[in-house]
């Protein structure tokens, strides 16, 4: 049943052969990939806007050199990820170029807020597309939450868990859907802006005193208008999902993906102030401004549509970066294990899950408000750009390779220019939730380190020591096997069991817990009769309890046991043909058998009878 | 942690021995008892007002005739439930009653509406206890639900789990003080009208055409009305848990109950009229009266307090009835088994959880409407009644003792009677919600009767034939023992299980699943180095799962297999010391043993390997 509607939603298991077949071209790489940076232009200008205004509108006009300074960063960024997808094919970005070229530590650092910002970046994206359908249809307003978790667990992690190829099919349209629509609109508003065909009065005059809370507003809108390039490093965490030649293709997509962002972001900002558009409750800028310029008419929905579709998609780029990430993390040992595990469609299964429960978690946390949300975000997005960009640097001067002087100056500058945002970031952002990051990746970190000593003390404690090799296990002594079958009373799946226990050992005893007096005395009497050759030990336990008695006469057999010896606890369990009518039966069974593998060093059969009807 | 937590709600456990100690003294059986049909005065006389005034204040003047017909109805059940004690002091009431005189189904139906009706009563009881609070504290109206939940889970249920004794002492207060204040309230109420202090205007005029629709509306108010006759079977269904003489003292009791009622019921009813009080939302009218005869002081509050903690105690009835019900359900096999089975403190703890969740069910579907719950009530109570008093007829024929022709007609009168009120109810309140009870009667027969017929199934499949006994089992033919051990390389899990693998049989194979060439073959090098002396057969799974590969190997295993031979599936398991190291590994012991025990035919043994850190 269960197994059927898997099937269902996630389609026919896939052979390892298939596992190379799963691979990206350009064209669908740039849909998948880029989604993530694209899309942030619906929410980015606006987040600048919105700090600028939040004490009134003085300060608007800052929004100009704000962009560009953004502009700028992109261009950085973009260039020293460029380099990063060549030097590691392997993918993992950040985490990756740091563990190679700065040690552990860094590396933890950058794969903790490397998980921060995909598990944010999915809930930022998502209740964003959600903003841009309920700009467009304000009834859904009370339903944001909802839908939010909807396109979550219904729609992405069972794509995804599907596997990325098909989605990449699903999810191209959306993309280029988007950006043509954007470019069109930035295309057509500059137009009328140029035409002079003004729809709103331009900015109020610019009159402001100069003082500390100014220069904090300015940066702190910086810092939230970085939120635009998050997703710029997607790439370079999924080169080996590319085409081969893997690293060219990477670095292809890359710079395409920048251009775009370019324009859009800088055409969206400009048209924002151009029209003077003010952040509204319910109404997100990008549909003002759409409604503006296009009026109300299909084009807008058009605009509406595509946004909430790339926006869903971007989320999707976490879908594409966290897994493999994880499965690193796990193949090193800072993971749970079966993180690194493919499951049936190929795709790292448990990954998509995690990842999904996280962002759940997230968006229930702040009821899917995206401002909030973006408080968190891009603090450790620009930890890792940092972080990768020194890596880099490190890497370069190891190599030594034709030009490295000029590589290393490049990511050199990307890392201090990232270095600058991140404080920035950390200081403007810190009281509005920066600081819940602040303190989770120390958390994780921990956790790494604390599941990867886990690992180390299994594996010592498993490994053979050499004389068990050539056959040395053979000669160990062989003990004897002692065997207590707990009874409920005498039938045939005590006959069952105890033909067993004779097949194993000489050695066995059967236990009877009476709870009261009469019973004791029937199945003993029973016993007598039936004599199958096995002693019957009866003990009376006055608070009804079966296992605390069973427990301690194993405690009891356990002090006189030799080395090489063996205790074996030997249930009769009758297994019931349909589900319910287990309801009907008390679990004794079940409990005896969990009880004792988790607690006691003992061995525990279960000598299953299947009733037939 | 779980078990200390549970001692802390619970207690201790109670050994045997001190079951004969939860014994109850009549004025303390009283208390407990006597709280449901007591309590219902609370809603019963507003039910019927309620139920007249719906088409308008015309029918108002009906309230008392029916009032006089509901008195009435009450000396007859009681007098009949006063030998439905004397004639079965084994408890259960009207379920044990027919099952004696009526034979199966009429015991199963005594049995189903039993069941709904106690239920019903926890669900009613609780939620018009918080309607008395809510009267008194109009801010917690939209707290109504999670408060009813909270007493039914957070006092209730806690309560009963510890022991009726403690539970009985905890609620002898409450009872006499409702009834103290509700005589006062009376008494006051009386002397006021008397001394012609009107509060209110006499009834407007009785004015309205004697139509069907008028026949229909007063017989629905009187249906309503008999809720307040539920709990009168509370205490023959709970005899055995009276001090000795058991049936003189709950015979004593049935009568005093009996006389408080209807002094009770009468009163409110005739200050109601005298008052002119018509129903409120969210305002008992019980809270309206208090309020117009007591004023708005501490007596008010005094008489709202002891009404919701009577009402409380009212849904306790239900758990001193139905849990030994549902265990002697379980004894005669038409319900699960552990339902007979008596929890750490001597009580039916299964039955009381059950009745809980039951209840809290009803509770939820109808957001703690007390008008609502009351529509589903009584039909059950009544048909029980009917069953009883009919069996207690029979019950005297039979017995023919001296003058059982008087008691036989008195049980006979109670019989038509209640039969009168069943049909009354059943029509008038059908579409109301009685429906729902109609059809969860037959529901429940099919279940008692499925269930019985599982367990007889059962006792014939568990049945040891005769040429078993006398030591028959013994000459079983011995067979052979096919051990197969899944192992997922090499190591001391491995190691460990292989060595108890040689205790118990000469025929071992290793089985290892790769999900990929490479491994299997390293693992395959591995093995051969160790030379354990155990064959190792390496399966590939393209589809990268561990179950299917080893079912296949067991499943042809089972096909060269002899009468007398088993397979043993010898599963190395290694056991993490921290509760939260087991999430760090994939969970395929568990799996496999879980789906081998559910599924196959084959012995599962798990060799646990201890984690020391």
């Known amino acids: 049943m269960f197994r059927t509607l898997k099937r269902l939603l996630i389609g026919a298991p896939l052979p390892n052969q298939s596992l190379v077949r799963e691979k990206l071209p350009v064209w669908k790489a740039l849909a998948i990939f880029s989604s993530d940076a694209l899309s942030s232009v619906a929410y980015g200008p606006e987040q600048i806007i919105a700090v600028l205004t939040a004490a009134g509108a003085a300060l608007y006009g800052f929004t100009a050199p704000i962009a560009i300074a953004i502009l700028v960063l992109l261009v950085i960024v973009s260039i020293s990820y460029a380099q990063v997808a060549r030097a590691n094919p392997g993918g993992g970005g950040s985490y990756s170029v740091a563990k190679k ?117 300015i940066l702190r809108a910086f810092a939230s208008g970085c939120s635009s390039m998050t997703g710029v490093e997607a790439i370079s965490n999924g080169v080996t999902m590319f085409q081969p030649p893997e690293v060219e293709n990477a670095r292809k ?32 800028m990008l549909s003002q401004l759409a409604f503006a310029i296009l009026g109300h008419n299909w084009s807008y929905y058009y605009i509406q549509f595509t946004t909430m579709l790339i926006l869903y998609l971007a989320a999707n780029t976490a879908y594409n970066g966290l897994p493999p990430l994880l499965s690193l993390l796990a193949r090193d040992g800072y993971m749970p294990r079966y993180l690194a595990a493919r499951g049936d469609r190929l795709v790292f299964s448990n990954g998509i899950v995690l990842l999904s429960i996280v962002a759940a978690m997230f968006i229930l946390a702040y009821y899917g408000n995206t401002g909030h949300l973006i408080s968190l975000y891009a603090l450790g997005v620009f930890l890792s750009f940092t972080i990768a960009q020194t890596g880099m640097v490190i890497h370069w001067r190891r190599e030594r390779g034709t030009g490295w002087q000029i590589r290393a100056l490049i990511n050199g500058i990307g890392a201090v220019t990232t270095a600058i945002v991140v404080i920035i970031i950390a200081v403007t952002k810190f009281i509005y939730g920066a600081w819940l990051v602040a303190v989770a990746i120390p958390l994780l970190i921990a956790m790494f380190r604390k599941i990867y000593r886990h690992y180390q003390d299994m594996r010592e404690q498993l490994r053979l020591p050499r004389e068990s090799y050539g056959g040395g296990s053979r000669r160990h002594p062989a003990g004897r096997n002692l065997v207590v079958v707990p009874v409920a009373g005498v039938n045939r799946v005590v006959e069952n069991t105890l033909a067993y226990a004779r097949l194993i050992s000489s050695e066995i005893i059967a236990l009877y817990v009476g709870v009261d007096e009469e019973s004791s005395r029937e199945v003993r009497e029973k016993w007598q009769r039936w004599d199958p050759g096995v002693e019957l030990i009866v003990r009376y336990s006055p608070y009804r309890t079966i296992l605390e008695p069973i427990v301690d006469f194993v405690n009891q057999l356990r002090e006189k046991r030799q080395p090489g010896d063996f205790i074996t606890i030997l249930i009769p369990e009758f297994e019931t043909r349909r589900w319910w009518h287990r309801l009907l039966h008390n679990q004794t069974g079940w409990f005896l058998r969990t009880y004792f593998i988790f607690h006691q060093d003992v061995v525990v059969s279960v000598v299953p009878f299947h009733l037939q009807k």
Chains 1, 2 share one sequence.
């Not at 700009?135 to 990325?164: C, E, H, K, Q, W």
């Not at 775009?260 to 997100?284: D, E, K, S």
Request: net charge neutral; hydrophobic share 55%.
């Open 101 to 217: 070229n700065l040690g552990e530590t860094v590396a933890l650092v950058a794969a903790a807020s490397l998980f921060i910002d995909y598990t944010l970046t999915v809930a930022v994206s998502i209740s964003s597309g959600t903003d841009a359908i309920i700009s467009a249809f304000p009834l859904l307003v009370p339903y944001r939450t909802a839908i939010d978790l909807g396109v979550l667990f219904g729609l992405l992690m069972l794509i995804n868990l599907r596997g990325v190829r098909e989605s990449s099919t699903v999810f191209v349209f959306p993309t280029y859907g988007f950006i043509f629509g954007i470019l069109i609109l930035v295309a057509a508003g500059v137009y009328q802006a140029l035409a002079g065909r003004e729809a709103f009065l331009p900015p109020a005059s610019m009159k402001f005193a100069w003082d500390g809370f100014t220069l904090f507003a």
């Open 253 to 284: 997509t890359t710079f395409i993906m920048a251009l775009i962002l370019g324009l859009m972001f800088g055409g969206i900002t400009f048209l924002y102030m151009r029209y003077h558009l003010l952040p509204q409750a319910n109404q997100t």
